[in-house]
């Protein structure tokens, strides 16, 4: 998949229109505000899922960027971004597993900025990742979810995710502890 390839634009909920591509170089600008948005909202939701706690920089996101770009490009790693307005507001991706004997897995990891979620974007972002992770040869897929975090929970139920595990006291934040609830999808 080449770098800024428009998957379609998505009408979401609220009948804002929501770019679907794959990230690109030029995007460095949005994907350090967009990390660095989730590391604040996290001091005041403390049920976010996302893991991030440290702002990160230019020089990290960058080196990032450019890791994930290349995987990309060479077919190892598959990407769906979300963009309103020219902003970037979803990311998903999956990992194909690295070894000869996985490259038919991967794993997934996707993040929502708060206002864009519960309007339909989570669910046509996992649609069309899982599509084209399927055609690009990985149709078994597996995630790690908050087990406080409910309404994904039953999003990747309805995407036919099926819980296999869960990892008690996984994450300790707040102190409290929270399970890890691990699941897969097998296309």
């Known amino acids: 998949m080449r770098q800024g390839h428009v998957y ?10 929501i770019i679907l ?8 600008r949005e994907c350090v505000r967009f990390v660095n948005e989730f590391v604040k909202e996290r001091a005041s939701n403390r049920d976010l899922g996302v893991l991030m706690d440290t ?28 963009f309103h307005n020219g902003r970037l507001v979803g990311n998903c991706g999956v990992s194909r597993g690295q070894f000869h004997d996985t490259r038919h ?23 069309v ?8 040869g990985v149709p078994l897929v597996e995630l790690s979810v908050l087990s406080v975090n409910e309404r994904a929970i039953a999003l990747y139920r ?12 996984k994450i300790r934040r707040g102190g409290r502890s929270i399970d890890e609830v691990v699941m897969f999808r097998q296309a």
């Open 21 to 28: 591509r794959t990230l690109a170089a030029g995007d460095l």
């Open 158 to 169: 309805d995407l036919g995710f099926r819980k296999y595990g869960s990892i008690p006291g």
């Open 55 to 82: 702002r990160t920089t230019r020089k990290s996101e960058g080196k990032w960027l450019a890791k994930n770009l290349e995987a990309i490009s060479r077919g190892t790693a598959f990407n769906v971004a979300a």
């Open 105 to 127: 897995s991967g794993t997934l990891g996707i993040a929502i900025l708060d206002g864009y979620r519960g309007v339909g974007l989570g669910r046509r972002m996992l649609q």
């Open 8 to 17: 379609e634009t998505f009408t979401a909920k609220d009948g804002r229109k």
């Open 129 to 136: 990742l899982l599509q084209v992770s399927k055609e690009g």
